[in-house]
T-cell receptor, first 114, second 115 residues
Framework: AQSVTQLDSQVPVFEEAPVELRCNYS??????LFWYVQYPNQGLQLLLK??????LVKGINGFEAEFNKSQTSFHLRKPSVHISDTAEYFC????????????FGTGTRLQVFP | EPEVTQTPSHQVTQMGQEVILRCVPI?????FYWYRQILGQKVEFLVS????????KSEIFDDQFSVERPDGSNFTLKIRSTKLEDSAMYFC?????????????FGNGTRLTVT
């Protein structure tokens, strides 16, 4: 069975600092990987996804993530965060065949301070 | 940009009562989903729906749950007899095509509180 681990439940950071939100997954088969963001009182919005090809994927709002198959990781990074990046970030995986459900991590609350 | 719309934003109900959560997916989307998030826990898959039938459901989606697309635009989740542990944020989602290239669009959620 697949699972997703987000080790950091909260990440406080000052504005304009870099940030990395960690995500590790376990799966015995190929997966697709996603990061979603949830702003207060809103739904989940897709930030970026890895399907195949280049392991470095770029998303919206200046975020990027790197797929590392050997470490089964898909960490999310941003070189300089803004106050408006304060939100909950969810890593998710989808098995590449036979099912289209997403398996989510527990989320990481990114809090950006001025 | 088209959105997935969920109503109501907050529903309070008493234990044992039936509740219907409503969703209007994006109009040209073909695949529909319900997820839920118990406070402080993971977002969990409940059910997927395609071509007017359930294509996959999780262990959570037992006989107390049902889904329906009654009129070609709405997509509803019914909980027949609510339990305290059904209290959660319920998210509807839709996608236009098959995975993986078709992104999943989520609604803002309905917070269900069972008292």
């Amino acid at each position: 069975a697949q699972s997703v681990t987000q080790l950091d439940s909260q990440v406080p950071v000052f504005e304009e600092a870099p940030v990395e939100l960690r995500c590790n997954y376990s799966s015995s088969v190929s997966v697709y990987l996603f990061w979603y963001v949830q702003y207060p009182n809103q739904g989940l919005q897709l930030l970026l996804k890895y399907l195949s090809g280049s392991t470095l994927v770029k998303g919206i709002n200046g975020f990027e993530a790197e797929f590392n198959k050997s470490q089964t990781s898909f960490h999310l990074r941003k070189p300089s965060v803004h106050i408006s990046d304060t939100a909950e970030y969810f890593c998710a995986v989808s098995v590449s065949f036979n099912t289209d459900k997403l398996i989510f991590g527990t989320g990481t609350r990114l809090q950006v301070f001025p | 940009e088209p959105e997935v719309t969920q109503t109501p934003s907050h529903q309070v109900t008493q234990m044992g009562q039936e509740v219907i959560l409503r969703c209007v997916p994006i109009s040209n989307h073909l695949y529909f989903y319900w997820y839920r998030q118990i406070l402080g826990q993971k977002v969990e898959f409940l059910v997927s729906f395609y071509n007017n039938e359930i294509s996959e459901k999780s262990e959570i989606f037992d006989d107390q749950f049902s889904v329906e697309r009654p009129d070609g635009s709405n997509f509803t989740l019914k909980i027949r007899s609510t339990k305290l542990e059904d209290s959660a944020m319920y998210f509807c989602a839709s996608r236009k095509g098959a995975i993986p290239n078709s992104p999943l669009h989520f609604g803002n959620g309905t917070r269900l509180t069972v008292t």
